[in-house]
């Protein structure tokens, strides 16, 4: 037996002896051993950024001293003539001035920073208030998210953010961000790696959290990923991890999970690799991601080494390491002693560079292969870690929970997480019953393993009350009730009680979010799709609709009616251009499901088969007219912060490498929401659409201009639809667009309010509302 392993199973009989007492020492420690913060400091500047200096002289602070718990709690009253908040920790007095923005102004701060609605004086809280969280932390992120809405930030973004962080009382964010410099010291300066071989390793900018997670390997196109992109993501991690020390956060850090550049093979001959399997179906150039066997020695030496080289690049570590060995990919072992040491050697690679090391250990592979991870597996897998060095991120406990079936994860810890949305779709859909009282009751069950809730979304921008509701069940420790945190929800976010606005969120509640225990993410609208006639499907990134589509329309009509009050509210006017979006998005199905019926009957006119494309068409393209005037739904802003990486071409001698750059990160990010590859024969393709303006018109529009053009020709012709000659002109525009330039605008056009209301008189005045019976016989044969 390895000495290593020898003195880890020695501390958990040492921990069995002691009767385990001691047995959640280094979970506890993670916010006791916490760098001091200066809660004051750090609430004083948040204030000055997010609702300007003069209010810094309305509002007193002051710290409180902890509990026995150790449990963030805020208390709210006044002090004088100014509003007091006191807290033991920046984050729980973020949240506390949330609390009073909620409670008392009826406003909000949300990701997409909509201006908060404040009086030039600050009233004063009638009744002095408490609140104490329930548990311990609120994680944040997927490390997909990453990727599929963070990639191309900068710092003024990420300081806007990190302040919604602490306004929510986020105290445990993923901090993954330039981790690729740490892993090219590491290799190059360890094991002399060369800078070519690790262009090879890294994936490209938009697609780096897969890199990461060791599903592929290199840069398509237009890579390597450029040297100024890794040495400019490490620079804004260090402001990054700055700022989450200033609010007394734990950012998780990452750490070696056995993924390794081809070149280190070459390098030390005699050691032990496998390769993974290919996972999304690419070229070997950019598959099947060689692994260090977790028997060999090389494993945990390559885990020590980066943690102490991250250390020394960061001056610092929270001692909170997030890493997966096997995201979406399977063992090729079942012994369980295997699987046992096979999580020994991450855990052993971390504590030999920091004995206080804690495991943050996403549970997706155990929802994404229940076949595999039988419930011997997982705990044989578990059982390779201290308990006191493991937190499990349940990943998608709002409908698949596995905590339940394992045992609360065999009294290891665990944090309620809510993952609901795939790829950063935008469909409206949520379960907002489920989580008004689900983690609550998994709190109740837990019996003290639950020790969070958090958000594991691969995509934000999207279905915000869904994640606002959840933040707060980290505060409660008793369910809610819906429909009052619903209409109170309502008053919050438009800054006002109005009686319309009320009843369309009660319609929304009784249909896109009261999607009990839905499974696949978001409703995926047809517009994304590629076209063909096999798009109507309930199942993962599902296109049917399970509830009354007549209820979207009710609260369209609801929303139209508050707007002579709050058409000048940013809130509004995206709400009502999300909620227009999803009717469209009801509607071209509902056009979609009858084109079929019709084509397939043959009993039709040619006219009647071809009138009904250009309807499908007419809806896309009002799509696009109403996405068009917010700016919280265009692809202008994706494409122009990809192209603000490359840095000004005014500036500076070199802009033929400027240049370069600019093709570069525009190419990533038209291909991350497009094909999401290169000839990996569409296995993810189109996975990560958004109903964003440019995006419908430049892409999606001439895609099913394509295939509607052949539906009718084909119809009106009497023969069958040529896919093969249709496949391949759709391909070619596709590869063509990811590859091309055209700009596309980056402030609004028209009104929401008009466009909006223009479309509900047409729609209303020339149509019947949706026959729910059509949905209704799709979905009993889906």
Known sequence: MPRSNAFCLLGVCL????????????????????????????????IHRRLGGKYNDQISLRVLPSDADDLDVFELGSDGDKLEIAANSATAMAY???????????????????????????????????????????????????????????????????????????????????????????????????YEGLGKFFAGSAFLSWGRMGNLRGSWVKGP??????????????????RMREFGMIPALPAFAGHVPEELKLRLPNANFTQSPNWGNFSEEHCCVYMIEPTDSLYREIGKNFLKEQRALYNYTSSLYQCDTYMEMTPEFTDLEELKGAARVVIDGMTAADPNAVWLMQGWPFVDDPHFWTKPRVKAYLDGVPTDKLIILDFYSESVPIWNKMDNYFGKNWIYCVLHNFGGNTGMRGDLPTLATAPVQASWAGNGTMVGVGLTMEGIFQNYIVYDLTLQMAWVDTPLDVNNWVSRYAAQRYHTHNEHVEKAWNYLLRSV???????????????????????????????????????????????????????????????????TKQFLSNKLLEQYIHLKAVYNAKKASSKEVCGLTKTMLTTMERLEEILATSEDFLLGNWIGDALALAGDLSEGEDKVTRTKLQEYYEYEARNQVTRWGDNNNEAIHDYAGKEWAGLVKGYYIPRWTMWLSEVCNAYTDKREMDEKTLKEKRIAFELKWQLSHESYPTTTVDDSFTVSKRFYSEYIASTDLIPWELFGEILSVA
């Open 15 to 46: 921990l069995m002896l002691l009767g385990f007492k001691e047995v959640v020492a280094s979970v506890a420690r993670l916010k006791k051993d916490a760098e001091p913060h200066d809660p004051v400091a750090a609430t004083r500047g948040l």
């Open 96 to 194: 506390g001035l949330q609390w009073y923005f909620k409670s008392v102004l009826r406003t909000q701060t949300d990701w997409d920073n909509h201006k908060l609605q404040l009086p030039d004086k600050l009233p004063k809280v009638e009744e002095r208030v408490r609140h104490k969280r329930s548990s311990k932390f609120s994680y944040y992120q997927n490390v997909d998210t990453g990727s599929y809405s963070l990639w191309a930030w900068t710092w003024p973004q990420w300081e806007k953010h990190i302040d919604w962080m602490a306004l929510n009382g986020i105290n445990m964010p993923l901090a993954f961000t330039g981790q690729e410099k740490v892993w090219q010291n590491t290799f190059h300066k360890y094991y002399n790696v060369s």
């Open 225 to 242: 990923l450029p040297q100024a992109f890794i040495d400019n993501q490490h620079e804004l991690q260090l402001r990054i991890l700055q």
């Open 513 to 579: 979010y009261n999607r009990t225990m839905a499974y696949g993410g978001v409703t995926k609208s047809l517009v994304c799709l590629i076209p063909r006639w096999r798009l109507l499907y309930d199942r993962f990134q599902p296109t049917l609709i399970k509830y009354d589509p007549n209820d979207v329309v009710l609260a369209w009509k609801e929303l139209l009616l508050a707007g002579k009050e709050l058409c000048d509210v940013d809130t509004y006017r995206h709400d009502l251009v999300d909620v």
